[in-house]
C-alpha cells in the first residue's frame, strides 16, 4: 500500500476546524469494465477481506451444491455472510450443518467475541459459551467443508492454499475479476481462509459482474446460475448477511432489489448495483472502496454498527453522487451518514462527521 494511493475522502471537525482525516480510495465500473468514477487511485491494490465472501461460495453452488444439499435461500444468504452471531444467525446455520453433515467441530475459523449485546445477554443468562459456530463467518466455511464433504475430499485441511476447495475458488474470483489468477496476492484472513489482494477496480467490475452475469452472453450457465443464486439470497435476506443493527442489512433494506452491500474488515467495502438501479436500461455497477488507516476508530457508529465511521459514510455519498439512493432511503440511513453530528458524553454537538470527496466521471 503506497499513501499516494488514498487521498483525504472523510473528516471529522470539532467546532469549525478539521480534527481528524480519514484517507482512502474507491472505483466505480460497470459491468462492460468501463470506470465510471472514482476517487483516489481505482488500481490502488488491497484485500477484500469479507467482501470475497460472495465469490468464495460461486464453485460450491455452479457445482449444484444448493440442488445436492436441498439449500434454501436463507442458507445461501448465510454462506455469503459476517453475521452478529445472534441466535437467528445460529438457527439458520445449524439447518445448513444439518443438511450437510458438517459439524461445529470441522470448522478451522476459531473463536472470537461477538458484538451483539442482546446475543451475549441472553448467552450468559443461558450460561452458554462461545463456540465456532458464533464466528461471523462460520456460514462461509460450512459451505467450504459442505463442498469438500460432497466431493469427498479431506476436511482437516480446507483451509490450505492448495486443497482442490480452495484452488476452485481462487480460479473463480480470477474470472469474476477478469485477472489470472497469477496476478492476485494472497494472504489468510482472520478466519484463517485464503483471502485475495487485488485492484479496487477489479473488485468493483467483479461485483458488476455477479450483478448481471449474462451481460455479453459470455458466463457459462453454471456460473450464471450461481451468480443468480448468490445475488438474490443476499437481497431477499439481508438480515443474514450482517445483523438487524448492521450497515450492510439497513443498506439493503432501504433500496429493496436495487443493490447488494458486503462488508470487509479494515476499512473495505464494496457494493454491486443492479441492472436499472440507477435509470432504466444502467447497466449493472461495482463499487469498491477502501479507507487506508482501516478505519477502526474505537468508536461505534450511532446505530451501533461497530464497523468504523468513514466507511458506511462513504458509502452513503458515493452512493448519493451516483444518484442510486432516494432522498427518503437517505434519510432512513441517516444515522450512518453520509454527514452526521459528533457529540460529546454529554451528547452536546462538538463537531461533524462529513465525507470530503467529489466523485471523479470517466468520459
Not at 449474462?214 to 448477511?241: L, W
Not at 454527514?339 to 466521471?361: K, Y
Request: some cysteine.
Amino acid at each position: 500500500m503506497t499513501q499516494s494511493a488514498y487521498t483525504p475522502i472523510f473528516e471529522l471537525t470539532r467546532g469549525n476546524t478539521v480534527e481528524t482525516v480519514h484517507f482512502g480510495a474507491l472505483a466505480v465500473v460497470d459491468v462492460h469494465g468501463r470506470l465510471v468514477a472514482s476517487w483516489g487511485d481505482p488500481y490502488a491494490v488491497t484485500f477484500l477481506r469479507s467482501s470475497a465472501k460472495p465469490f468464495q461460495v460461486l464453485p460450491f453452488l455452479e457445482c449444484g451444491g444448493a440442488d445436492y444439499y436441498h439449500l434454501s435461500s436463507v442458507e445461501i444468504a448465510l454462506m455469503c455472510a459476517s453475521h452478529n452471531g445472534s441466535d437467528e444467525h445460529i438457527a439458520v446455520l445449524r439447518s445448513l450443518q444439518e443438511k450437510t453433515g458438517v459439524r461445529e467441530s470441522d470448522l478451522r475459523c476459531g473463536v472470537h467475541p461477538i458484538s451483539h449485546i442482546p446475543t451475549l445477554e441472553a448467552m450468559q443468562q443461558r450460561g452458554e459459551a462461545l463456540d465456532q459456530n458464533r464466528n461471523n463467518c462460520s456460514g462461509k466455511h460450512t459451505g467450504m467443508l459442505a463442498f469438500a464433504r460432497m466431493r469427498g475430499l479431506s476436511l482437516t485441511d480446507y483451509l490450505e492454499f492448495n486443497h482442490p476447495i480452495q484452488q476452485d475458488i481462487l480460479r473463480a474470483f480470477a474470472e469474476m475479476c477478469a485477472m489470472s489468477v497469477n496476478q492476485i496476492s494472497l494472504g489468510i484472513d482472520g478466519c484463517s481462509a485464503p483471502n485475495f489482494a487485488i485492484p479496487l477496480y477489479n473488485a468493483a467490475l467483479a461485483f458488476a459482474r455477479l450483478c448481471d452475469p449474462d451481460a455479453g452472453n459470455v458466463t457459462p450457465k453454471a456460473r450464471s446460475r450461481a451468480c443468480h443464486q448468490v445475488v438474490s439470497a443476499m437481497i431477499a435476506h439481508p438480515v443474514m448477511v450482517a445483523g438487524t443493527d448492521r450497515f450492510d442489512t439497513l443498506l439493503m433494506q432501504a433500496a429493496p432489489g436495487r443493490l447488494l452491500c458486503k462488508s470487509g474488515a479494515e476499512g473495505y467495502l464494496a457494493m454491486g448495483l443492479l441492472p436499472s438501479a440507477l435509470y432504466p436500461a444502467s447497466p449493472a455497477m461495482g463499487i469498491a472502496l477502501k479507507i487506508s488507516d482501516g478505519d477502526l476508530s474505537g468508536h461505534s457508529r450511532p446505530a451501533g454498527d461497530s464497523f468504523g465511521r468513514a466507511r458506511p459514510a462513504v458509502a452513503l455519498e458515493a452512493l448519493r453522487q451516483l444518484g442510486a439512493l432516494q432522498p427518503s432511503e437517505l434519510k432512513s440511513l441517516a444515522d450512518f451518514g453520509p454527514e452526521f453530528i459528533v457529540p460529546n458524553w454529554r451528547q452536546i454537538r462538538v463537531g461533524l462527521g462529513r465525507p470530503c470527496f467529489e466523485l471523479r466521471h470517466s468520459v
